[in-house]
């Protein structure tokens, strides 16, 4: 079965820092793929990032970098130069990569940027 | 806008009422997703469509639910007979999904939500 973990329920980040949301999953399947997503208050999840499990390099995508430690099963997103913009709910996902069929999500991160 | 739209946002139904929620795709996707929300969790898959055909059903999707996909273009979901445990965000998505594999990203697109409160 697979599970995603997000640890940390709330952040606090200053404005112009960077911040680590911390994700690990469990899977038994050897293909899969690791989405970040964020929610703001208006609801819609909007896509931010995705990572490959046979992708040798981390995925970046402008400011924010995944950093992917594929034996601790473990796919953090690293957001840089926070904005008070990026104060939203953030989630981890994860699908497997032979069928598309679903993702499954953790439970988030409030993530907090304080000016 | 031609994001995934949904109708309505907000819905305020009575225990027992049946409830009907409609989901657009983006236009050139062939999956359709419905999920499930809770206050302080993620999203939960509840049951997808390649094209028009329903592929996959979870196990929260009881008997009072049913999704459809007519002629592989918009979704609806209805909820029969209500019940307060009924109140949740629901969330549809869509993909454009052209192949399998690692280096094929595939993501889905949500739209924003049907908020359903049941009293």
């Known amino acids: 079965a697979q599970k995603i973990t997000q640890t940390q329920p709330g952040m606090f980040v200053q404005e112009k820092e960077a911040v680590t949301l911390d994700c690990t999953y469990d899977?038994?399947?050897?293909?899969?793929?690791l989405f970040w997503y964020k929610q703001p208050s208006s609801g819609e999840m909007i896509f931010l990032i995705y990572?490959?499990?046979?992708?040798?390099q981390n995925a970046t995508e402008g400011r924010y970098s995944l950093n992917f430690q594929k034996a601790r099963k473990s796919a953090n997103l690293v957001i840089s130069a926070s904005q008070l913009g990026d104060s939203a709910m953030y989630f981890c996902?994860?699908?497997?990569?032979?069928?598309?069929?679903?993702?499954?999500f953790g439970s988030g991160t409030k993530l907090n940027v304080k000016p | 806008d031609t994001g995934v739209s949904q109708d309505p946002r907000h819905k305020i139904t009575k225990r027992g009422q049946n409830v009907t929620f409609r989901c657009d795709p983006i236009?050139?996707?062939?999956?359709l997703y419905w999920y499930r929300q809770t206050l302080g969790q993620g999203p939960e898959f509840l049951t997808y469509?390649?094209?028009?055909?329903?592929?996959?059903k979870s196990r929260l999707l009881s008997d009072r639910f049913s999704a459809e996909r007519p002629k592989g273009s918009f979704s609806t979901l209805e909820i029969q007979r209500t019940e307060q445990g009924d109140s949740a965000m629901y969330l549809c998505?869509?993909?454009?999904?052209?192949?399998f594999g690692a280096g094929v990203r595939n993501e889905q697109f949500f739209g924003p939500g049907t908020r359903l409160t049941v009293l």
């Open positions: 990572q490959g499990s046979y992708d040798q």
């Open positions: 236009s050139e996707h062939n999956r």
């Open positions: 998505a869509s993909s454009l999904v052209r192949g």
């Open positions: 899977t038994s399947d050897p293909s899969y793929g």
């Open positions: 996902a994860m699908g497997s990569v032979n069928n598309f069929n679903k993702f499954y």
């Open positions: 469509f390649q094209n028009e055909a329903q592929l996959e």
